[in-house]
């Protein structure tokens, strides 16, 4: 089944934007899934499974490594790219 996310990240630090660059390219990293990107969100595509493995470990190295992250996210059940 494919799926559709879109993520509103917000770190609650002072330089807030390494912290969503960084989540952002390393989402990219996996060549499986589709990325895009812009001011507002970051939507990703593919398969469920694999959405939800790569969203795991990547919330948790974002989570780890700061000190406050608020993530938003929207799920739909189809392919929108």
């Known amino acids: 089944m494919k799926v559709s996310v879109e993520i509103s990240m917000y770190p609650l630090l002072e330089e807030f934007?390494?912290?969503?660059l960084e989540f952002i390219e390393n989402l990219k990293g996996h060549e499986s899934l589709e990325i895009k990107s812009n001011s507002m969100s970051?939507?990703?595509f593919g398969e469920y499974?694999?959405?939800?493995?790569?969203?795991?470990?990547?919330?948790?190295?974002?989570?780890?490594?700061?000190?406050?992250?608020?993530?938003?996210m929207k799920f739909v059940n189809k392919d929108l790219s």
């Open 17 to 20: 934007g390494t912290p969503i």
């Open 42 to 44: 970051t939507q990703i």
């Open 49 to 72: 499974g694999t959405v939800m493995d790569v969203l795991q470990a990547e919330m948790e190295k974002v989570f780890l490594s700061n000190d406050t992250i608020v993530m938003v």
